[in-house]
């Protein structure tokens, strides 16, 4: 049996992933798939990418682009979320911020350098019209760290995903000033370059398997609930969350690919653009 290390969030988004594992649906085909959970999100998955700590990683798509265009010996094998991801922006339930233009010039938390949280306060800022040289950022690893370092003042601001936040939210710990979409897809489906050498078969079984559940995942019966319970999130959260949210089955289009590069050039976020190809291998 071949064994593939995978790394993801914690967050709804998986559950395909974590569903096919409990049916046996690898195992069956001869793959022992080994799930690691990531809090501190993409930064900390690319790294563990380029030292062969994981095999595979669900990664936010314009986050490992931007590793990848940084020496990442990555590939992206298809999108697995195709539409955007709605980052919520949330100050400390007792900050004195009100509105997102009055962040200019403060702090942000991010999980770390590289992550989906920085890469989106450079989007944010730009779109804004901020000085982007001016972004100060405090490192904080997870939630858990944002929580405290915006309740204590280390930090003014914090970016993470609306849903995986709202109970947050809810308890009054954080306040949500608006939410942000990504101007690209959700999520990809990366792995390293000699994995996909290596076991391009195995890479090929676990995404038509993964492919299979998506495909028809919002049918499955109670899916909501099932939702709701394993990510403790209300009904109608998640309910609204599945209306929003698209899974695909298909590889990063050049065109999807370009339009992120010309995104990170801009912020200064990448040297130079490298062809589409660079960025995506295909085990079709």
């Known amino acids: 049996m071949t064994t593939i290390r995978v790394g993801g969030v914690p967050e ?23 799930w690691t959970e990531f ?59 009100q509105s997102i233009d009055e962040l200019e010039n403060t702090t942000c938390a991010i999980s770390r350098y590289g992550s989906g949280s920085h890469v989106m306060a450079y989007v944010q800022a730009r779109q804004r019209g901020w000085d982007t040289t001016k972004l100060k950022f405090e490192v904080v690893n997870t939630l858990e760290g944002a929580i405290k370092a915006l309740t204590d003042g280390t930090a003014d601001y914090f970016m993470w995903e609306h ?6 939210v809810d308890a009054g710990i954080f306040r949500r000033l608006g939410d942000f979409p990504t101007p690209w897809s959700c999520f990809a489906v990366a792995s ?9 078969n195995e890479l090929k079984e676990i995404l038509d398997i993964v492919n299979i559940v998506t495909e028809d995942f ?6 909501d609930r099932t939702l709701a319970h394993r990510y403790e999130q209300k009904l109608e959260d998640i309910q609204k969350w599945l209306g929003m949210t698209t899974w695909s089955q298909q590889q990063i289009s050049n065109d999807e690919i370009e339009r992120v590069q010309s995104r990170l050039l801009d912020l200064d976020m990448i040297d130079n653009k490298l062809e589409p190809r660079e960025y995506k291998a295909s085990i079709k």
């Open 218 to 223: 919002k049918k499955i019966p109670s899916i």
């Open 39 to 97: 809090p501190e999100g993409t930064g900390a998955m690319n790294k563990a990418l380029r030292n062969r700590e994981i095999d595979m990683a669900v990664i936010l798509t314009g986050g490992v682009i931007k590793d990848i265009a940084h020496g990442n010996p990555s590939k992206i094998l298809q999108v697995f979320v195709s539409s955007p991801l709605q980052w919520g922006v949330h100050v400390g339930a007792k900050s004195n911020f």
């Open 192 to 200: 390293h370059d000699e994995i996909i050498a290596q076991y391009p």
């Open 12 to 34: 709804h988004f998986n559950l395909p992933w974590h569903l096919a594992i409990e049916d046996g649906m690898f195992e069956a085909q001869g793959i022992n798939l080994e």
């Open 163 to 168: 849903f995986t936040t709202k109970p947050v």
